[in-house]
Antibody, heavy 121, light 105 residues
């Protein structure tokens, strides 16, 4: 059974940093692209970042480009999201998601339970 | 970037109804279109991909159609468990629609 478990969320002041982690199990992690999706309170889903299976190709939404960095450690089956220069509008639940097949252009067939990030003074 | 626009934003329906949710893209692309269901406090669930392929384990009352710039999610014989919010996503650049909430009439 695929399991994705996010951690690292919390309360941070504007301008601060957080590092989210997603521990993966139940599938061959190194073979699949992985992504982060966020959801502000009461709002819809917003794609944040995607990284290729090998980790060599990261993609970020314009709203986080230059501030967030997605990475992965295939030896530890873990996905990361380093978030710097955080803004109030970055507040929300952050989900880790797995691609449905071994290509970047893939729907997300498994999701974690999410971790809440709150940016507030 | 390809922008996705869903309609309606909210849909009121009754058990047994057939409902349609539309997703329009700002430019044409392949059939790299997925539909997700999300219930309050839960992670989204993949229902359909490649515009019309049902994800394993999803009931056949869910179906998808469309291509180019217009796509539709149809739920036939709406069940109590189907009241939720639905999102489309083009997964070439992973953009989501803004969501359609299906609530009880």
């Amino acid at each position: 059974e695929v399991q994705l478990v996010e951690s690292g969320g919390g309360l941070v002041q504007p301008g601060g940093s957080l590092r989210l982690s997603c521990a993966a199990s139940g599938f061959t992690f190194r073979k699949y692209a992985m992504s982060w999706v966020r959801q502000a309170p009461g709002e819809g889903l917003k794609w944040v970042s995607t990284i290729s299976a090998t980790g060599g190709t990261p993609y970020h939404a314009d709203s986080v480009k230059g501030r967030f960095t997605i990475s992965r450690d295939n030896s530890k089956n873990t996905l990361f999201l380093q978030m710097n220069s955080l803004k109030a509008e970055d507040t929300g639940v952050y989900y880790c998601a797995k691609g449905n097949w071994e290509l970047l252009a893939a729907p997300f067939d498994s999701w974690g339970q999410g971790t809440l990030v709150t940016v507030s003074s | 970037d390809i922008q996705m626009t869903q309609s309606p934003s909210t849909l009121s329906a009754s058990v047994g109804d057939r409902v349609n949710i539309t997703c329009r893209a700002s430019q044409s692309f392949s059939r790299a279109l997925a539909w997700y269901q999300q219930k309050p406090g839960k992670a989204p669930k993949l229902l359909i991909y490649e515009a019309s392929t049902l994800q394993s384990g999803v009931p056949p009352r869910f179906s998808g159609s469309g291509s180019v710039t217009e796509f539709t999610l149809t739920i036939s014989n709406l069940q109590p468990d189907d009241f939720a919010t639905y999102y489309c996503q083009q997964y070439l650049t992973w953009t989501f629609g803004q969501g359609t909430k299906v609530d009880i009439k």
